[in-house]
C-alpha cells in the first residue's frame, strides 16, 4: 500500500528540499544518465547483485535541451507519483519497485540522505525493451499532426471528422521506437512486431491498454482527464515487469477535467508552460539554452505538485527559498 511518509495534514516530508540538477554520490558508480534521471549500480553491495539506484533529479528539457534552471520539487513529483502509480497497479502487472526508504538502501548510499530522499527508488535491474508503449485516448501532439494529414495514428484509421483533442472511440496502442536524442520516433505495431516478435507486442500492446484504461478511469474520479502516456518494460529474472516511470506529469499527458473543450490545445499539468516562455523570448532551440526566470520555474513546480496532489490525495512539502 502506497503509504509515503506524511504529517497529519497529508503533506509529505522530506529532508534536504534544495534543488537538484545533478546528484554526487562519491564511491557509487553511475550506470547512466538521463535528461532527468541520475541512474547509479548497487551491484555487489547487497546479496542480491541485480539492483539500480534510480534518482529524478529537478533537471528539466525542452526542445530536446536541458535547461540549466531546476524546477522546485519536480523530481520527487517524479518519483512519488511512479510508487503511488506501481503500488496502485500492482494486481494487473508486476514491476521492478523495490523501495525508496532511504534507511534500507544499501551502504554507502544512506549517507547521502540529502540527495536521495524523496526522490530516489532502488529496483530490480531489468533488461529492458527498446520499445515505448505508448496508450492514446486523446487525439493530441504527434496523433493529431499525423491525423490532419493522413486520417491516421501511426497507422491507425480514425472516423473522419476529429478535432483536436477529441476523445477516441476507444483507446489506441501506438509504440515508438527510443531515440538516443531528439524525440521518439512512432512505428506501427508491424514494424513493432518485426523487432520483438508477435507474442511479446501482442502482450505489450494489451497490457499497456489495460493499464491505461485502469489508470484514466480512477483518474477521472479525481478530475483530471489522461490523455495519453508511454510505458517502458522489461525484463528482470524471467518476469516481464513495468519500469522506470509511470503515468507522471513527464511521461503524461495530464488535463483538468474541469477545463477539458475539445477543438484545440489544453491546459496541461506539464512543462508546457516552460515552453511557451521559451516560444515568447524567440529561443533559437540552439544551444546554449537559456536560464528560466525563477517565477517560471516555480510555476511549473508548482503545476506538477498540483497534479500530484490531485491524483494522490497528499501535498508536498513546500520551501519557497529553493530557487
Known sequence: MYSPDCNPEGTVNFTGNQVILETDLTGVE???RGKVRDVYSVDGMHDDPARLLIVATDRISAFDYILGTGIPDKGRVLTQLSIFWFDFLRDVTANHFLTADVSQYPDPLPRFRDQLEGRSMLVKRAKMIEIECVARGYLSGSGWKEYREHGTVCGIE????????????????????????GHDENVPFAHMVSLIGEDLAK???????????RAAQYAETKG?????????????????????EV???????????ETYKPGGPQ????????????ESI??????????????VAEKTGQKY????????????GVDTNRL
Not at 524567440?282 to 517565477?295: D, T
Open 30 to 32: 553511475r550506470y547512466a
Open 158 to 181: 480514425l472516423p473522419a471528422g476529429l478535432s483536436e483533442s477529441d476523445k477516441l472511440p476507444e483507446p489506441i496502442f501506438t509504440p515508438a521506437t527510443k531515440a538516443q536524442t
Open 282 to 295: 524567440h529561443w533559437n532551440k540552439q544551444p546554449p539554452a537559456p536560464p528560466l526566470p525563477a517565477e
Open 305 to 316: 505538485r498540483e497534479a500530484y496532489r490531485i491524483l494522490t490525495g497528499l501535498s508536498l
Open 267 to 278: 491546459f496541461s499539468f506539464d512543462k508546457q508552460y516552460v515552453r511557451d516562455y521559451l
Open 203 to 213: 502482450r505489450l500492446r494489451d497490457l499497456t491498454l489495460e493499464i491505461y484504461t
Open 247 to 257: 503515468l507522471t506529469p513527464d511521461s503524461s499527458r495530464f488535463w483538468p477535467a
Open 224 to 244: 483530471i482527464v489522461i490523455a495519453d502516456t508511454k510505458f517502458e518494460f522489461g525484463f528482470a529474472g524471467g518476469d516481464l515487469v513495468l519500469g522506470d
